[in-house]
């Protein structure tokens, strides 16, 4: 069984395209490039990103315009050992079976070769095409178990995470408050909910330091860099 997601950013009623999505930030890219301008680089999953290099190749289930490489992630068309660097971000949430990618990853990165992944944690649902999984650090480290880890840490902390899912929250509260069927106690306590959430939320809560571990409990995405061996 599926659910609708009603804010969804997807028209599921047309040919999936990565056109539709928004530009993905590369400049991670950029930087590795500038240290290794020689490697030969796949991004999994890359979207809509730009062509930066002929040395790197872009890789995705969905066609765009600078996809180099049209196939899924279960099965990449690479031979073994391909690779100086693969990316893979905001990707393994999308897949049926994020560990059997993880292994294809694995198999088309160099020995010594550097892999880099990160993943939605507290996050809201979103289905580009569909959605199946978030992971902790804790999670996303099962997935490369056999590779030497470099680091893993938050990508994004509690304050992206509640900004996304107070923001649709408030999206439902609106909903339920002009239902014409809601009766209007019912009304007035979301309206009050809705202001008061919308009151925290104008504080930058970005400023509140928090400890590495307290953000980890909380985190809205996270990564992990890993080396082959």
């Known amino acids: 069984m599926k659910f609708k997601n009603p804010y969804s950013k997807v028209d599921q009623t047309k040919e999936t395209n990565s056109n539709n999505l928004k530009v993905p930030d590369t400049s ?67 897949v049926t079976q994020p560990f059997e ?12 070769g550097y892999m880099e992944c990160s993943t939605p944690f507290v996050f809201p649902f979103h289905d580009a095409p569909d959605h199946y999984f978030n992971f902790s650090t804790s999670g996303i480290q099962q ?20 900004n996304n899912i107070v923001g649709i929250y408030k999206k439902m509260l609106k909903r339920v408050y002009k239902d014409p069927t809601t009766p209007w106690n019912e009304k007035i306590r979301v309206f009050i909910i809705y202001r008061l959430l ?3 939320m104008k ?27």
């Open 143 to 162: 997935l490369f178990l056999g590779t030497k880890l470099i680091d893993v840490g938050v990508k994004m902390g509690p304050w992206h995470a509640m």
């Open 101 to 112: 990618v993880a292994l294809e990853i694995i198999r088309v990165t160099k020995k010594n």
């Open 198 to 200: 919308s009151w925290g």
């Open 28 to 94: 991670y890219i950029l930087d590795y490039l500038e240290k290794h301008p020689d490697h030969y680089v796949l991004i999994l999953g890359s979207g809509n990103s730009k062509k930066i290099s002929q040395r790197v190749i872009n890789l995705d289930l969905m066609k765009s315009e600078p996809v180099d490489v049209i196939a899924s992630g279960l099965f990449l068309p690479f031979e073994s050992s391909t690779f100086d660097a693969v990316f893979c971000h905001d990707v393994l949430e999308h």
């Open 203 to 229: 504080f930058d809560h970005r400023t509140i330091v928090l400890t590495k571990d307290e953000e980890n409990v909380l985190a809205s995405g996270v990564y992990i860099k890993t080396q082959k061996i």
